[in-house]
């Protein structure tokens, strides 16, 4: 195995084009201009399309008249410019088309600043767009994963007919860790049945958002909720790290599970039994696996680059257990010894000596 030394928002890049991406359509912004920088250069020399377009809103659209055709689209952007996405986002669903959006997350509200956050979190898996839907949300939190949830958006995306976000932050998108581009390890979807290619010889085909009647309609997003379930049985993904006998559980995402899981390590040198939990998909979120830690975590503390977001979701999955907090909206990252010293506070009822 050969590692190089790669940038997460190179490897997001490569690893799309890796995958079959065969249009990307974007916008530059702080701080994921790297991804169609790099794409610029090398989807013209496979005779794939590259465009940069005037607008976020021009290329999510973009995007889908390239997936309703049967191209394999990708756009990238960050925070505020996903924003202007959401409308799109929302058409793509209801149409059921196979997009994948990198959001690489920079600090807000507004225009807020180019340094790494993580307060989009309810704008990915929330959405801001109108109507009843939900979008498939990966969060790498290492470069190699970047690779890895990359390849695994692009399936996903073709697999369900449904968008698909890579979560990614700043700091992962700017920093080079070691890392492998191997190859793209999932089967090919076939999508002859329903593209847009040209009714000749076969009768027409339609994709739209928009319902006939109120029955109708309720009938389509039935059908929409009943794939999401599927999803949610089938593609939820965490990992863990000594959670088997811990008494406080930290629950973060992406780049920040990192530092928690160096708080981890230093609390259990110190006879403090925590683990940390990381969900890698946000949604589906891992609900089920967190309400069997309840069962036996005396504590939960979540750990976030914001002001507390998915700690909602973590309330409702532990039903009713014990959850502190620990964020900030933006600036220095959450280091090490700040977390220990919020488990040691946290803990002082479980560890009375500590």
């Excluded at 013209?44 to 940069?52: D, G, H, L, T």
């Excluded at 009843?132 to 970047?146: F, M, S, T």
């Excluded at 089967?187 to 040209?198: A, Q, R, V, Y």
């Excluded at 009713?320 to 907090?325: E, P, Q």
Aim: net charge negative.
């Amino acid at each position: 195995m050969t590692l190089d030394l790669i940038k997460g928002n190179i490897a997001i890049a490569q690893a799309a084009f890796d995958a079959g991406c065969n249009s990307y359509f974007a916008y530059p912004i702080t701080p994921q201009s790297e991804i169609g920088e790099y794409l610029g250069a090398i989807m013209p020399k496979a005779n794939r399309v590259y465009v940069c377009a005037e607008s976020e809103i021009a290329s999510i659209n973009m995007c889908i008249g390239s997936a309703a055709t049967g191209g394999t689209p990708m756009t990238s952007s960050s925070s505020c410019a996903i924003s202007l996405m959401q409308e799109g986002l929302s058409y793509a669903c209801a149409q059921e088309l196979p997009i994948v959006v990198a959001s690489v997350m920079r600090a807000g509200p507004g225009l807020g600043n180019i340094y790494p956050s993580q307060a989009d979190y309810n704008q990915a898996v929330k959405g801001g767009g109108n109507g009843d839907y939900n979008i498939i949300v990966l969060a790498p939190g290492n470069v190699q994963e970047c690779i890895d949830y990359t390849h695994r958006a692009f399936y996903l995306a073709k697999k369900y007919r449904n968008p698909v976000f890579i979560l990614s932050d700043g700091l992962i998108g700017q920093m080079m860790e070691p890392a492998e581009f191997t190859k793209y390890p999932y089967e090919d979807i076939d999508n002859s049945d329903w593209i847009l290619s040209g009714a000749k010889g076969r009768e027409p085909r339609i994709i739209r958002s928009l319902s006939e009647t109120g029955e109708m309609h309720h009938e389509r997003v039935k059908k929409l909720f009943q794939k999401y379930k599927t999803i949610e049985e089938n593609e939820v993904l965490y990992k863990e790290y000594f959670t088997d006998d811990a008494d406080i559980i930290v629950v973060s995402f992406g780049s920040l599970s990192r530092n928690v899981k160096g708080a981890v390590k230093k609390c259990r040198e110190q006879g403090i039994k925590v683990g940390a939990f990381r969900p890698v998909t946000l949604y589906p979120f891992p609900s089920k696996k967190l309400y069997e830690l309840s069962k036996t975590a005396k504590k939960f503390i979540v750990a976030e680059m914001n002001m507390g977001q998915m700690i909602n979701d973590v309330k409702v999955a532990v039903k009713g257990a014990d959850v502190d907090f620990i964020g900030r909206s933006a600036g220095d990252w959450l280091d090490i010894d700040e977390i220990v010293d919020c488990v040691k506070e946290s803990a002082g009822g479980i560890y009375a000596n500590i």
